[in-house]
């Protein structure tokens, strides 16, 4: 079955507050200020790369997603030097280098990070900045029973065979990469997030903007709903019906500046 765009920019920013925080500690690791070319890849409703593209005080600043949905309510920020534009991240290329390469919870959807962090470093000029940070949550209950549920019939079947993998590298790996691709200065962490949601059922709606979507975009919509009652009650089965419940959620942060 032909994947769909199924993101949807209402239920993604339903937790924006707890989106923020991640993006703003990558944003302090950026010191390339004033930064002259700035490229946010899956800048998904573009409302984060506006703020970006102000706090580096950028030139000009360009957003890129593969969503109609997302652009289409970035489109709506009228800010002088920021534009969006779509596009597959996967392979997408500026027409010149840029001072900064930005990408905030987007990478983990593509595979070959090894390669993929060395196309991303070519994109920059000498002493430019790489600021990446993508999800490690993979292991917890909310990313796992997705994961396990879509192996399971009739939702395999439906999806052609297709699986969800994800080709996050340990922090250890980045930091080697990163010297590798001869970055001369670096940072990479792995960082627990805290957050307090309202419940356990709120776990629901917040992988529903985001995790939830690839499954979402494989399957007749009917089959989705079917998914994601299972999902439901197999995590209220794992962690409970808590009020508020406590969401670990782990991420890693990595910057790197290449030699000027």
């Known amino acids: 079955?032909?994947?769909?765009?199924?993101?949807?920019?209402?239920?993604?920013?339903?937790?924006?507050?707890?989106?923020?925080?991640?993006?703003?500690?990558?944003?302090?690791?950026?010191?390339?200020?004033?930064?002259g070319r700035v490229?946010?890849?899956?800048?998904?409703?573009?409302?984060?790369?506006?703020?970006?593209?102000?706090?580096l005080t950028a030139t000009e600043?360009?957003?890129i997603d593969s969503s109609e949905a997302m652009l289409e309510r970035a489109r709506s920020l009228?800010?002088?030097g920021l534009t969006f534009a779509p596009g597959d991240i996967s392979e997408w290329r500026p027409a010149e280098l840029v001072d900064v390469v930005f990408s905030?919870?987007?990478?983990?959807?593509?595979?070959?990070?090894?390669?993929?962090?060395?196309?991303?470093?070519?994109?920059?000029?000498?002493?430019?900045?790489?600021?990446?940070?993508?999800?490690?949550?993979f292991d917890h209950a909310s990313h796992r029973l997705a994961a396990e549920i879509a192996r399971e019939e009739p939702f395999l079947g439906a999806m052609g065979g297709w699986t969800r993998t994800f080709p996050v590298l340990p922090p250890e790996e980045y930091a080697t990469l990163?010297?590798?691709?001869g970055f001369a200065e670096q940072s990479v962490r792995l960082q627990v997030?805290?957050?307090?949601?309202?419940?356990?059922?709120a776990v629901v709606e917040w992988v529903r903007g985001t995790l939830l979507t690839d499954y979402e975009s494989r399957m007749p919509a009917a089959m989705y709903?079917?998914?994601?009652?299972?999902?439901?009650?197999?995590?209220?089965?794992?962690?409970?019906?808590?009020?508020?419940?406590?969401?670990?959620?782990?991420?890693?942060?990595?910057?790197?500046?290449?030699?000027?």
């Open 104 to 137: 905030n919870a987007a990478l983990q959807w593509l595979g070959d990070h090894l390669a993929l962090f060395a196309r991303l470093t070519a994109m920059l000029v000498p002493g430019g900045e790489l600021a990446v940070q993508v999800p490690a949550n």
């Open 178 to 181: 990163l010297h590798q691709l």
């Open 225 to 260: 709903q079917d998914f994601v009652a299972r999902y439901r009650e197999r995590l209220r089965a794992a962690v409970g019906e808590q009020r508020p419940y406590f969401y670990p959620f782990k991420r890693i942060l990595l910057w790197g500046r290449l030699p000027a």
């Open 78 to 80: 009228d800010v002088d």
């Open 39 to 55: 490229v946010d890849l899956g800048c998904g409703t573009g409302t984060l790369t506006a703020v970006l593209h102000r706090e």
């Open 61 to 63: 600043t360009i957003g």
């Open 193 to 201: 997030y805290a957050h307090v949601l309202e419940s356990s059922d």
């Open 1 to 35: 079955m032909t994947a769909r765009d199924t993101w949807n920019p209402t239920q993604y920013e339903r937790f924006r507050a707890e989106r923020e925080q991640p993006f703003c500690d990558l944003v302090a690791l950026i010191t390339r200020r004033p930064a």
